[in-house]
């Protein structure tokens, strides 16, 4: 670590030490204003970090240190291609795929923009005539159904985007299948006739265990109904388009892309197909367009009003200067109900990383565990911790203002209610005294409210970012992923890691394909530890009966 960047990580801890005495509430009473200096939009987007423990001068400060760990330059190096991937000796271009780069970004010499555009018209044409019928069932008739068949960065993205978008469906039913756990396509395939479902596999190696083995059962599903004919039902998503090819897929249904998009950011290539499917190619170009505006404004707007900065300055904040160790992801809106997911696997595959990208040891703690569940579901089953545990764990909000549904009546006013009054208990909370001039629910007074304030009390100071946004359509979509996405990378600067690798997967599949042969009688593995192999004989004799 460079003189400059350690000095800068001293002022940033100082400040730390400064505001850790300082509750929330004494930052608001000392400045009351504290929302017009915190919040930052784009657009119609808005990040509100008012109810962060921050201030000006702690703001300055990893200002500074963004700047003394050339974020500049490292935002620069991702945009135009060069191998910031280096252990991977790749680019990390997903914003090329969206038209977020210059129109002449190149890798190795080549530009990378015409074959983007290729297969994105060859893509979208196929969900046009998948969602016309002009590419239907060989039996006749179009396709009623479509199951998507990925896992990780080839599933959590498109299943996110479909739930999300779904007052904007408008074409055939869409399912996913990821887990090598029979019952996830079991289950899926149960509620669909095989003669007029499309099968998409989705696999940017095109040899994970889990979607190569769904992939093989699901063929055998379709052979059922359409015998000889099964690969007519299928189309395929990878980078690897030969073992597509050898899967016995034709190649007008392969449609490929680049090792330089990472899994978990490959939602904008064909691995969105079942969103574009689903959704329509216009919507899906809208989607595109919103991530691609959020590429335009990282790369181009000043440090100190930069949403993905500001917002991946916070994460360091917390993580390294307030020491805390997760942060929960609560979307208000029952349609961003996988957002959390998604973003856990943005975020913990990209930046849980124990070594910086000199091998050497990361100087300081790393991503923070991300979790979540939709609101307001979640203030009645995890919130108790998040106000009155023992732990401080700061939470993001992410807020429509307009509801995106014909129920009417109050719900959306109680929706947005309910988001911004959890940002206030967490952030105020209640005082012992405030609690016994608080009625009970039952009334109680006199000595019983005395005896209830300490359970009735919050400490409140704890932390909370709110993300507002006009409503939720493709556009906001793709503006809200690629915020989430380049915060990542700027945590990562931060961090000193490399956030487009995942070595670390990599054990426990090896692990898998060793112990797998035993469950079915093999001899275990030589050196197999004690537990290991118990656990697999106890397996074994239990599945006999
Ligand atoms: O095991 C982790 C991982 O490699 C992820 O990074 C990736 O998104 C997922 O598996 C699926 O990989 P593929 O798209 O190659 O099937």
Redesign the pocket.
């Given at each position: 670590m460079s003189d400059t960047v350690a000095a800068a990580w001293r002022a940033v801890e100082r400040e730390g030490e400064r505001l850790r005495t300082l509750s929330l509430r004494t930052l608001f009473a000392r400045a009351p204003e504290r929302f017009a200096s915190f919040s930052f939009g784009h657009e119609d987007l808005l990040v509100d970090l008012s109810k962060e423990k921050v201030d000006r001068p702690a703001l300055d400060a990893l200002l500074a240190l963004a700047e003394a760990a050339e974020l500049p330059a490292w935002r620069e190096a991702l945009f135009t291609g060069r191998r910031v991937n280096a252990t991977e000796d790749r680019a990390a271009l997903h914003m090329a795929l969206r038209g977020g780069t210059d129109p002449d970004v190149a890798v190795g010499g080549s530009a990378v923009l015409p074959e983007v555009e290729e297969v994105r018209e060859r893509f979208l044409a196929f969900a046009r005539d998948v969602r016309s019928g002009r590419y239907g069932a060989c039996g006749g008739g179009p396709f009623t159904d479509v199951l998507h068949i990925?896992?990780?960065?080839?599933h959590l993205g498109p299943e996110m985007a479909v739930r999300a978008l779904r007052p904007d469906h408008d074409g055939p039913r869409v399912h996913f299948v990821s887990n090598v756990d029979g019952s996830d396509l079991a289950d899926a395939s149960a509620r669909l006739d095989p003669a007029r479902t499309l099968v998409l596999v989705?696999?940017?190696?095109f040899?994970?265990l889990e979607?190569m083995t769904n992939a093989r059962s699901a063929r055998r599903w379709l052979e059922g109904a359409v015998a000889g004919r099964a690969a007519a039902h299928m189309a395929a998503i990878s980078s690897n388009v030969e073992a597509a090819a050898d899967f016995g897929i034709e190649g007008d249904r392969v449609f490929g892309f680049r090792d330089w998009v990472g899994?978990?950011y490959s939602l904008w290539s064909a691995v969105g197909l079942p969103v574009a499917i689903a959704v329509g190619p216009d919507r899906f170009r809208a989607l595109l367009a919103g991530a691609a505006a959020m590429d335009r404004h990282f790369r181009g707007a000043p440090l100190e009003r930069n949403l993905p900065v500001l917002m991946g300055l916070m994460s360091v904040w917390r993580r390294n200067v307030m020491g805390w160790p997760s942060v929960a992801l609560i979307p208000y809106d029952q349609r961003l109900g996988r957002f959390p997911a998604y973003v856990q696997q943005l975020a913990m595959?990209s930046n849980g990383k124990r070594v910086a990208r000199d091998g050497t040891p990361a100087a300081r703690p790393t991503a923070p565990v991300v979790w979540g569940e939709p609101g307001t579901n979640a203030q009645h089953s995890f919130f108790q911790l998040l106000h009155q545990g023992t732990d401080v764990v700061p939470v993001e909000f992410i807020i429509a203002a307009e509801a995106r549904n014909a129920v009417g009546g109050d719900h959306h006013r109680l929706l947005v209610a309910n988001c911004l009054a959890q940002g206030q208990a967490l952030a105020f909370g209640r005082t012992g005294e405030e609690a016994q001039r608080a009625p009970t629910a039952s009334g109680a007074a006199g000595p019983d409210a005395d005896r209830l304030a300490p359970h009735r009390s919050f400490p409140g100071d704890r932390p909370s970012t709110t993300v507002a946004h006009r409503r939720l359509d493709a556009r906001t979509l793709g503006r809200l992923i690629a915020l989430y996405e380049h915060r990542v990378f700027v945590e990562s600067v931060l961090w000193g890691v490399n956030p487009f690798d995942?070595w670390g997967?990599e054990l426990g599949?090896a692990l898998a394909e060793r112990l797998q042969p035993a469950l079915a009688g093999a001899p275990l593995p030589a050196g197999t530890d004690s537990s290991t192999a118990g656990l697999v004989v106890h397996l074994r004799r239990s599945a006999a009966g």
């Open positions: 990925g896992i990780g960065g080839s989705a696999s940017k190696t040899t994970t979607t899994g978990r595959e995942q997967v599949k």
